[in-house]
């Protein structure tokens, strides 16, 4: 029997809410169709996108990598199946503010051809932890609980950190979700063999499995599956399904009594939480070789015929998810993915199936009504009571309504879940969570401007800092010169003195030139002296004397 409420400890606030849980757990879990054609997003997880490595008009083969981790924090992506990339452009993708991003198009044959052969271990034990973190890491994996962190980041806590206890995350404290549950019944060896992957990866010797109380056929297959494989070291706990206790600090201060600190992350206090989901993946990469190509999604809520869930290839058009569960009912009105708490509306249902996308709820007008208007905070306290996370979500409100981020932040904005329990019961209807995501995004906006400004501060101190420089040693260049020049005069030699000197004599020595010309006619004989004056006699008659004129 699973590890009940002695080991348990209390969390403050949350919700009991109506699970609408066994509409999708009739039916066992179906195996993907192949659709004619998938639309593979290059960015699915958080982190920076990928860089693509194929390009339109190449064939490839399920499991082919797509493209390639661009950063620490990124996660590849790769193909379903086999077939030819048609196009590569920007698409719109399941996101809250209907975004477009850049995706593959991929054009399947219907062969699903593997990229190469099956050369997964059963032997992991065998590998280094970081061996396993690089195959996990280029198998694309990334949490499948819905934030899409990559996986192989969080299996490497970094130098002197120990991890003393790895929790196995299986609640699904939203209404509707059922795909870890169906998980957890149909396939509870590998997450056994994933969580064995994992404690080796982490060195790590205390792991629990956490899954709400309410679900005792998933309880006894994971634990038939412990026994199986006699791992004694392994805990099952099951505690009260009270949203939102699947959050991972709402989960560890449940079952530990810890309290992850803000903006700190469970590694400081030596925790490492992951999906169940997530686990299964790292099985399937490990052992058999599959990269994250496909996950199991929820198809329920009364605007679909038959609820159920589907393990669905990543990049399928959720219509053809929905065409499995044979269509729409005639009073559907709206396409949620997610659950009704944290989850948004969706345009389109030819939006793709992405790595995160774990349930899609197709609801009617009287299941889910639209919101009503909004009216003035009568200041009840009730959003306080059901805060998780132990806030005021009434002074978040207001600063946050105000733009008043500084306040927002003194009152520990980040510390905010968006549960969206203070919104539930909230008699005003105030939207507040999309107050605290507005505000946000506005800080965050805020700090990559001010952390713009402060990288072109530096640049331009910088650049001051370098003209200086060269000025400097320009000066002492010219110094060394003024320097080198000094040292060929004489200490004690005026150099004006000098230069007087040299021109004195340079005038001596023209004088004493002329002096010798002088000397030299002097030195002439009587006998040449009387030529040369024959000479200039003849000269001059011959200058006075008339020319004469010819006839």
């Known amino acids: 029997m699973p590890d009940q409420k002695a080991h348990l400890h209390t969390c403050p606030g949350g919700l009991v809410l109506p699970g609408n849980k066994s509409v999708s757990t009739a039916l066992p879990i179906v195996g993907p169709v192949i659709p004619a054609r998938l639309t593979l997003p290059l960015q699915q997880h958080i982190g920076g996108p990928s860089n693509l490595l194929v390009s339109p008009g190449e064939s490839v083969k399920k499991g082919q990598p797509l493209s390639i981790a661009s950063e620490y924090i990124s996660a590849p992506v790769h193909a379903p199946t086999s077939g030819t990339v048609v196009d590569i452009g920007n698409y719109p993708v399941p996101h809250p503010s209907g975004m477009q991003a850049q995706c593959v198009i991929l054009e399947t044959d219907g062969r699903d051809e593997r990229f190469q052969p099956h050369h997964g271990t059963e032997h992991y034990s065998q590998l280094e932890p970081y061996n396993l973190r690089g195959r996990i890491r280029e198998a694309g994996i990334v949490g499948l609980g819905g934030a899409g962190f990559p996986t192989p980041v969080k299996l490497n806590p970094g130098p002197g950190r120990e991890i003393d206890l790895l929790i196995i995350n299986g609640i699904e404290c939203e209404p509707y979700i059922t795909c870890d549950d169906m998980l957890m019944r149909e396939a509870a060896d590998e997450i056994i063999g994933g969580l064995q992957i994992i404690r080796h990866a982490l060195q790590v010797r205390e792991c629990i499995i956490a899954l709400e109380d309410n679900k005792p056929e998933a309880i006894t297959a994971i634990e038939n599956a412990i026994e199986t494989s006699d791992n004694q070291h392994i805990r099952v706990s099951a505690i009260p399904a009270v949203y939102p206790s699947g959050g991972e ?83 559907v009105e709206r396409l949620i993915m997610g659950g009704p708490m944290m989850g948004f509306a969706l345009p389109s249902d030819h939006l793709p199936v992405i790595k995160t996308t774990n349930c899609l709820i197709a609801a009617t007008r009287d299941e889910m009504p639209p919101p009503r208007p909004a009216i003035a905070c009568i200041r009840c306290g009730e959003c306080a009571r059901a805060c998780p996370a132990s806030l005021l979500p009434q002074q978040l409100y207001w600063h946050a309504k105000n733009s008043d981020f500084d306040k927002a932040q003194d009152y520990k904005l980040f510390d905010c879940i968006e549960c969206g329990c203070c919104a539930y019961v909230c008699p005003s209807h105030i939207p507040l969570v999309q107050y605290y995501r507005y505000a946000k995004t506005e800080i965050w906006a805020l700090e990559q401007e001010r952390e713009k400004s402060e990288r072109a501060r530096r640049r331009h101190d910088f650049r001051l800092k370098r003209l200086e420089q060269i000025k400097q040693e320009r000066a002492q260049r010219l110094q060394h010169k003024k320097d080198a020049l000094k040292k060929t005069v004489r200490k004690d030699e005026d150099p004006r003195k000098a230069a007087i000197q040299a021109a004195l004599e340079r005038v001596h020595a023209k004088k004493i030139s002329s002096g010798d010309v002088a000397k030299n006619v002097d030195n002439l004989t009587n006998e040449q002296s009387k030529m040369i004056d024959e000479v200039d006699r003849r000269r001059s008659k011959k200058q006075d004397s008339p020319r004469e004129t010819r006839h």
């Not at 560890?252 to 299964?280: K, Y």
Request: aromatic share 2%.
């Open 249 to 331: 600090r709402q989960l560890i201060r449940i079952l530990t009594g810890l309290e992850v600190p803000t903006q700190g992350l469970p590694s400081d206090i030596g925790i490492i939480c992951h999906n169940v989901a997530t686990i299964a993946a790292v099985y399937r990469a490990i052992v058999e070789h599959e990269p994250l190509i496909s996950r199991i999604v929820t198809i329920t809520g009364a605007g679909v015929v038959q609820p159920r869930n589907i393990r669905a290839l990543i990049g399928t058009p959720i219509s053809e998810l929905v065409e499995q569960c044979d269509g729409y009912t005639e009073g």
